[in-house]
C-alpha cells in the first residue's frame, strides 16, 4: 500500500510561484512513474504532468508547458511540482498520484481512481 501526501499549496497573485511536494510512502519510491493531477470546483480531475521512475522522462499536458516543472528526489521518496507564471484558470486542488501496479510514464495520465493510488490533495488558489 502506497501512502502519498501532498504540500506546498496556498493562495497566490496571478503571475506568481508555488511549489509542491508529494511524500510517498509504502513502496519502493524509485520503481514508480509519478503524476500530477488537479480538479476545479464543477470540473472533471485533468492530467497535469508525469515523470517516470528515474525522472528522465517527463510529459506535461499542453495547459502548463513551459509554466511547470516536475522533478523527483528518490533519496527523499517525493516528486515536486514547480508552478510558475500562474493564472486563475491554474486554481484548483492538485492531486499526485501513481499506479496500483508498475505502470510507464505513458500510461500515467490515464490513471483513475481505481487504478491509481491517491494522495489528498492540496489546495492550489491563483487570484486574478
Known amino acids: 500500500q502506497v501512502q502519498l501526501v501532498e504540500s506546498g499549496g496556498g493562495l497566490v497573485q496571478a503571475g506568481g510561484s508555488l511549489r509542491l511536494s508529494c511524500a510517498a510512502s509504502?513502496?519502493?519510491?524509485?520503481?514508480?512513474?509519478m503524476g500530477w493531477f488537479r480538479q476545479a470546483p464543477g470540473k472533471e480531475r485533468e492530467f497535469v504532468v508525469g515523470?517516470?521512475?528515474?525522472?528522465?522522462?517527463?510529459y506535461y499536458a499542453d495547459s502548463v508547458k513551459g509554466r511547470f516543472t516536475i522533478s523527483r528526489d528518490n533519496t527523499k521518496n517525493t516528486v515536486y511540482l514547480q508552478m510558475n507564471s500562474l493564472k486563475p484558470e491554474d486554481t484548483a486542488n492538485y492531486y499526485c498520484?501513481?499506479?496500483?501496479?508498475?505502470?510507464?510514464?505513458?500510461?500515467?495520465?490515464?490513471?483513475?481512481?481505481?487504478?491509481?493510488?491517491w494522495g489528498q490533495g492540496t489546495q492550489v488558489t491563483v487570484s486574478s
Open positions: 498520484a501513481t499506479g496500483r501496479r508498475l505502470i510507464s510514464v505513458s500510461a500515467i495520465a490515464a490513471l483513475t481512481t481505481q487504478s491509481g493510488y
Open positions: 509504502g513502496g519502493t519510491f524509485s520503481r514508480y512513474a
Open positions: 515523470i517516470s521512475s528515474s525522472g528522465s522522462t517527463t
